[in-house]
């Protein structure tokens, strides 16, 4: 399902289920001459939309411009760089309206900067709006002290089940650090480049690599398909145990 070609029916039917709402979270980045700007957006959409056909999710429309930095390239290298409170800001009011909706599974898919899944700003304003959207969305809806209240006696009993609020959003890589260590994980080099070939091949043109040197682009010279379908493999068996 897609929520965008959805109606109140498929949203209601989400809810009452407890589906996966997965939202793609992605970047518009340089990442050399070889390599297309959306990279790390499509790996996360495309690992999402193959995850739809092994299981029952709901596909949320994919953020993009985001606080992609520019430590790989300057202002004028194309990438889109939004600064990371007024993005954490942003994607608060996405996860409260989203909350106020009525769903309560809902995982954001990162794929920008999670080298052993290490908390970079980007993941950090997924996850500081996402605490802060449910601290809000609690207190708007049971009143200050909901948790030193009665009702929440059985607050610590439940603490790793899907009752507890703050399981409600979840933000999670595309590849774990195990995927990661089965395969491997750079930046525009041999492994991103060959999940994106996997993916998306017409969004890498390995002979352009010589266009621009970069220390970070030479291993992409290796890149293959081979290569980027086992990384797919191993990250949509996690991602099917994980996104529940």
Same mark, same amino acid.
């Given at each position: 399902?897609?929520?965008?070609?959805?109606?109140?029916?498929?949203?209601?039917?989400?809810?009452?289920?407890?589906?996966?709402?997965?939202?793609?979270?992605?970047?518009?980045?340089?990442?050399?001459p070889?390599? &297309? /700007?959306g990279?790390?957006?499509?790996?996360? !959409?495309g690992?999402?939309?193959?995850?739809?056909?092994? +299981?029952? $999710?709901m596909?949320?429309?994919?953020?993009?411009?985001?606080?992609?930095?520019?430590?790989?390239?300057?202002?004028?290298?194309?990438?889109?760089?939004?600064?990371?409170t007024?993005?954490?800001n942003?994607?608060?009011y996405?996860?409260?309206?989203l909350?106020?909706?009525?769903?309560?599974?809902?995982?954001?898919?990162?794929?920008?900067?999670?080298?052993?899944?290490?908390?970079?700003?980007?993941?950090?304003?997924?996850?500081?709006?996402?605490k802060?959207?449910?601290?809000?969305?609690?207190?708007?809806?049971?009143?200050?002290?909901?948790?030193?209240?009665? &009702? /929440?006696?059985?607050?610590?009993?439940?603490? !790793?089940g899907?009752?507890?609020?703050?399981?409600?959003? +979840?933000? $999670?890589?595309?590849?774990?650090?195990?995927?990661?260590?089965?395969?491997?994980?750079?930046?525009?080099?041999?492994?991103?480049?060959?999940?994106?070939?996997?993916?998306?091949?017409?969004?890498?043109?390995?002979?352009?690599?010589?266009?621009?040197?970069?220390?970070?682009?030479e291993?992409?010279?290796?890149?293959?398909?081979?290569l980027?379908?086992?990384?797919?493999?191993?990250?949509?068996?996690?991602?099917?145990?994980?996104?529940?």
């Amino acid at each position: 399902m897609i929520l965008d070609h959805s109606f109140p029916k498929e949203m209601k039917y989400v809810q009452e289920k407890k589906i996966p709402l997965v939202i793609p979270a992605g970047t518009v980045e340089y990442h050399g001459p070889h390599c &297309s /700007y959306g990279c790390d957006t499509l790996v996360a !959409e495309g690992l999402v939309k193959k995850l739809a056909e092994k +299981k029952e $999710i709901m596909i949320a429309p994919t953020i993009s411009y985001s606080p992609s930095s520019y430590a790989v390239g300057d202002s004028k290298s194309g990438t889109v760089h939004v600064e990371e409170t007024a993005f954490e800001n942003y994607v608060y009011y996405v996860f409260m309206s989203l909350l106020s909706a009525g769903y309560r599974n809902i995982y954001v898919l990162i794929h920008h900067q999670f080298e052993q899944e290490s908390e970079m700003p980007m993941t950090l304003c997924y996850r500081m709006a996402a605490k802060r959207a449910t601290m809000a969305y609690l207190e708007k809806t049971l009143g200050q002290g909901w948790w030193g209240s009665e &009702s /929440y006696a059985s607050y610590y009993d439940q603490l !790793e089940g899907e009752d507890n609020p703050f399981n409600w959003i +979840k933000v $999670i890589p595309t590849m774990s650090c195990g995927v990661q260590n089965a395969t491997g994980y750079d930046h525009a080099g041999k492994y991103e480049c060959s999940i994106l070939m996997s993916l998306y091949p017409d969004c890498v043109k390995l002979d352009r690599i010589d266009d621009v040197k970069h220390w970070f682009t030479e291993s992409a010279r290796e890149a293959n398909k081979a290569l980027g379908d086992e990384m797919v493999e191993k990250s949509l068996e996690y991602l099917k145990n994980t996104i529940i």
